[in-house]
């Protein structure tokens, strides 16, 4: 078993640790939002480019990720693969153009040089992202995010039961990883070797254990935060709340100028799309 099924916070000396949780958490959706709505592929690559370099800086290992960074390249992948299979004259529509690889016009399965563009940009965003999300989710503490939350509006409640989410991922991943060893103690074979009807049902001995012992804690939480009246005052205070400094200042100052980029470029496009294929 290795670590890189342990997804949650990592606490490091860098400086993405020390910015606030709420300046990191309007990067992501600011980023996510304007990185979602452009088709600009030099806008799309800049941003995949800073959030490698931040993801780099960040000190996260790749091993520490590799699990959840494998199954969202296949899921893009697939994505893809579907886009391409429903449509896949899509970018000849978009761009105006037809610069055929193979096939012919007349036929339903050709791929020309717009299709590929179409599907490099999906595959821009679909990547783009991923380094941002994991930057979120590893430089974060819980319980700093969810006094960020109550910072920028949300209601306490609310933030509360999303730190409680964060908090709760290692905790679900340590019992799978402790029950699936129990279950290979007693023999059953749930590794690559095995075959994969026998790989299901291991799968199936793991999942309803943990789903029982996950509703366990959710009862004994539930009754804990009741028995100290949690939720009756419209107000609270919070212990791990960081007040910003100026690097969350200056980081703001840098999400702002990418997000009026985006949103100029909107203009020099006119529309959403970049077309090289434009003579």
Do not use: C
Request: glycine fraction near 6%; proline fraction near 4%.
């Amino acid at each position: 078993m290795t670590n890189n099924l342990f997804i949650g916070y990592l606490d490091r000396p860098t400086f993405l640790h020390r910015l606030s949780g709420s300046t990191k958490l309007i990067g992501f959706i600011s980023f996510s939002i304007i990185g979602m709505i452009t088709f600009d592929t030099r806008f799309l690559l800049g941003i995949l480019i800073m959030s490698l370099f931040l993801f780099h800086q960040a000190q996260i290992k790749y091993r520490e990720v590799a699990l959840i960074i494998q199954v969202i390249i296949a899921l893009a992948v697939f994505n893809l693969l579907m886009v391409y299979v429903f449509n896949p004259s899509y970018g000849i529509q978009i761009y105006g153009t037809q610069h055929l690889i193979f096939g012919s016009p007349n036929h339903y399965f050709n791929l020309s040089w717009e299709e590929l563009f179409y599907l490099f940009n999906l595959l821009l965003k679909y990547i783009f992202a991923v380094p941002l999300a994991l930057i979120f989710l590893l430089t974060t503490n819980p319980s700093e995010f969810a006094a960020s939350l109550n910072k920028i509006g949300l209601s306490y409640r609310i933030s509360y039961a999303v730190e409680i989410a964060l908090r709760y991922i290692p905790t679900v991943q340590h019992d799978y990883r402790t029950i699936s060893l129990a279950q290979q103690a007693r023999g059953y074979e749930m590794s690559k070797k095995a075959p994969f009807k026998q790989r299901i049902s291991g799968a199936v001995r793991i999942l309803l254990p943990l789903i029982f012992t996950s509703l366990e804690r959710i009862e004994v939480i539930s009754q804990a935060m009741a028995l100290r009246r949690f939720g009756r005052s419209k107000k609270r205070t919070w212990y791990m709340a960081r007040p910003f400094k100026i690097a969350d200042y200056l980081s703001l100052v840098v999400i702002i100028a990418w997000v009026i980029l985006g949103i100029y470029l909107f203009k020099v496009n006119q529309g959403r799309f970049w077309n090289p294929f434009k003579n």
